[in-house]
């Protein structure tokens, strides 16, 4: 396996299991049972769950009124993607 394919692999697997989180949070605040914290929600999108946990919020319409997730997760995601330009960019300033 090269490194791009783990790459790949890893980043659908967190983004899926952020959004699999906010659906069962979603669930399980719906049934009044013991919920998932939010820190771990917010660890799933600093380690590339990001644009999962971003979708499960939409889709499941969860955590949509707090705005520490309604601007913090889209910061998470915009400070990921900068920091993937400025390393892509770094690469290729060597690479030439």
Do not use: C
Not at 57 to 62: N, T
Not at 82 to 90: E, F, K, V
């Amino acid at each position: 396996m090269n490194v791009i394919t783990l790459l790949v692999a890893y980043f659908t697997s967190v983004n899926l299991i952020g959004l699999f989180l906010m659906g069962l949070d979603k669930y399980r605040a719906k049934k009044h049972l013991w919920r998932i914290p939010e820190s771990t929600l917010f660890i799933i999108a600093i380690i590339g769950g990001s644009i999962g946990s971003i979708t499960g919020m939409y889709a499941f319409r969860h955590k949509t009124r707090h705005w520490y997730f309604v601007y913090g997760m889209p910061a998470i995601l915009f400070l990921q993607i900068a920091l993937i330009y400025a390393i892509l960019h770094s690469v290729q300033i060597q690479i030439m």
